[in-house]
């Protein structure tokens, strides 16, 4: 990775506590604040996954959100590209609105491919024990490819984009995540249930 970006500090700020905590907020939304990392290549399957287990834990009750790297490149960091320097500053900003999301005691769900491991355990770092998940979409490159609808892969091995994860960028894989699906076999429904047995597992949601 290349040398960190360090964002411009901000000055004369002074953190205001408020009175509703964020254990007043999960309390009112029966279910802790949580933070559940989807990370893998592209063409793994980490929006889909993510949204089917939003769709779920909504089904559930719970309040949650889910933040998309495609999504979140509309906006609030449409201004970045794909060097390790702006890959890293993506994943500072998003990590920390997820780490907001948590504090308004929503269960926040992200899907990118946060290609390196330093920038996960980065966010794992803002918040306490207990309160970040990450799921690695363990799916081969040759299944990620013929997912490829967008035929991104085959504009990287062509060389008309550059720095892209997998081909001409590394992903550098979860060494200890909490929970390894193999996105290139196991079908959808599948995959959800664990991911909902593994919170569950974690006092993250309830079964009721």
Known sequence: MSESRQPQASTNVVWHHATVTRA?????NGHRGAIIWFTG???AGK????HA???KLHQMGCRTFVLDGDNVRHGLCGDLGFSAKDREENIRRVGEVAKLFLEAG???LTAFISPYKADRERVRGMVERGGFMEIFCDSPIEVCEARDVKGLYQKARAGQIAEFTGISSPYETPVNPELTLDTGKLDLDTSVQYVIEAMLQRRMITGH
Do not use: C, F, N, P
Request: net charge negative; hydrophobic share 45%; proline share 0%.
């Open 24 to 28: 007043r907020r999960e309390q009112l």
């Open 53 to 55: 287990v939003e769709e």
């Open 106 to 108: 929503v269960i926040v």
């Open 47 to 50: 929006s889909t996954l993510a």
């Open 41 to 43: 290549l592209s063409g």
